[in-house]
């Protein structure tokens, strides 16, 4: 299998894994008082945002080279998997607000996957 390929499959299991956990940490807390739904209007957004960044940031560190196209893949598998839950289980289409998310999305795994790339040469060259 093409190591890009290994990389964006690892990294988009990455995402998968880092959103389970966090989900479950979230879900203890607000069960047993210690966070207020009232507090979570943008943080489960910002959250999601930095999982999706690492989870570029792991496809880039292990390309070594296009941290765009690492990052671009990652966020475009990760964003057609969403669409196609919200669309079979939920029977939902896409909102409108939603365009936004995605494309933040898009735009912090890139910035992730470019930041593992060099964060790979930097430890090469040590």
Do not use: C
């Amino acid at each position: 299998m093409n190591q890009r390929l290994k990389a964006v499959l690892l990294g988009v299991l990455s995402i998968y894994a880092l959103m389970i956990t966090v989900s479950f940490v979230l879900a203890l807390l607000i069960r047993f008082d210690w966070l207020n739904t009232d507090q979570l209007s943008w943080l489960p957004f910002i959250i999601s945002t930095l999982i999706v960044m690492i989870g570029g940031g792991i496809s880039g560190y292990l390309t070594e080279q296009k941290g765009w196209l690492s990052g671009l893949l990652v966020s475009s598998l990760y964003i057609i998997s969403l669409i196609g839950y919200q669309f079979l289980a939920h029977d939902t289409g896409i909102y409108s607000g939603q365009w936004l998310h995605f494309a933040i999305f898009i735009i912090a795994t890139i910035i992730g996957s470019i930041l593992g790339v060099q964060l790979r040469g930097q430890s090469n060259d040590t």
